[in-house]
């Protein structure tokens, strides 16, 4: 019996260039059922060109991918039926409620109006949207804009779903909520997620496997815990009560000469890398510092 899973997203050497210069090299990328798997890199990496050519918007310049067992080139059409995508800045017609939105696109997508009707209610109970579901998506917060996307790219039952920076311009709640949502999508319903992202944290956080691009190659692939062994320095988190204590152990730390790692998204943490040889055991920081220590 074979026991190996097809994976729901294999590319083979995939590439595309603009104007001569290779935006994304040769891509070599397998992503399993049901697994969260993370691009990460910075901007310009050649990230959203990626998910661009595996949602079959973006022809290829070389290489083949097969997305939720179809040929992206070949069979475009099936795997359009098989995935959802959420891009950056997805266009949702901002006067248009998700009550109005989610039945339309089940509408497009064949299901009877009876169908659309359902599938709206059990996604805004899933993403827990009763509240603003009937609030014209233009006036939503950023937060409940993505949910509403996300659901929106879920109507149709997808086997993968792409998610182009998905929490990107999310303040902290919000960007913790939605990778609960997504880690569910995975977990409950088998979902595969490829999501692109820029922040460290969420690779680490959210993924089960992280994929690095830098300059549109694939310099590393693993579970974020081996890959913080292969290519990063050791770093040593430490979380504070709030953003202001973590500020204050910044700059204790910063005049000790210590090499700070700052993610935007975690002002309550502080982060250094413990990359100086001998480092090990010795003591950082004392806490809290002499200043604020309570009178005996
Ligand atoms: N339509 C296009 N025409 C010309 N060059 C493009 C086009 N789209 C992307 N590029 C170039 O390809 C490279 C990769 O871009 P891409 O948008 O894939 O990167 P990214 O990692 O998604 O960046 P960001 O995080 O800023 O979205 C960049 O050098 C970009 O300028």
């Known amino acids: 019996m074979d026991t190996v899973a097809t994976p729901s997203i294999r590319a083979i050497g995939l590439g595309r260039d603009f104007a001569e210069h290779p935006a994304v090299q040769r891509l070599d990328l397998e992503v399993n059922p049901g697994e969260v798997y993370g691009l990460l ?48 800045g997805t266009a949702l017609d901002p006067l248009m409620s998700a009550r109005e939105l989610l039945p339309l696109q089940g509408r497009l997508q064949s299901l009877t109006a009876r169908q659309a009707r359902a599938r709206c209610a059990e996604l805004l109970t899933a993403f827990d949207a009763q509240d603003f579901a009937d609030t014209p998506v233009g006036k939503l917060s950023g937060g409940q804009r993505r949910r509403v996307d996300l659901a929106v790219a879920l109507v149709q039952r997808p086997d993968v779903l792409f998610l182009d920076e998905p929490t990107t311009g999310l303040d902290p709640a919000s960007r913790r909520d939605l990778w609960d949502e997504i880690r569910a999508l995975a977990a409950n319903h088998g979902v595969t997620v490829l999501l692109t992202t820029q922040y460290l944290e969420e690779a680490d956080q959210l993924c089960d496997r992280v994929g690095i691009l830098r300059a549109g190659r694939l310099i590393a692939s693993a579970d974020p815990h081996a890959l913080k062994d292969q290519v990063g320095d050791r770093v040593l988190t430490l979380r504070f009560r709030d953003a202001s204590a973590a500020g204050r152990a910044r700059e204790l730390l910063a005049t000790k ?38 009178n005996p």
């Not at 975690?266 to 250094?272: F, G, L």
């Open 41 to 88: 890199g910075p901007n310009g990496s050649g990230k959203s060109t990626t998910v661009r050519m595996l949602t079959t918007m973006l022809r290829p310049s070389r290489g083949t991918a097969q997305v939720a067992g179809a040929d992206i080139s070949r069979d475009p059409g099936t795997v359009r039926r098989r995935t959802g995508v959420v891009l950056q």
């Open 257 to 294: 000469g210590e090499q700070l790692h700052t993610d935007e998204t975690a002002p309550h943490a502080v982060s250094i890398r413990l990359a100086r040889p001998g480092a090990d055991g010795e003591t950082l920081l004392t806490w809290p510092p002499p200043a604020c220590t309570p």
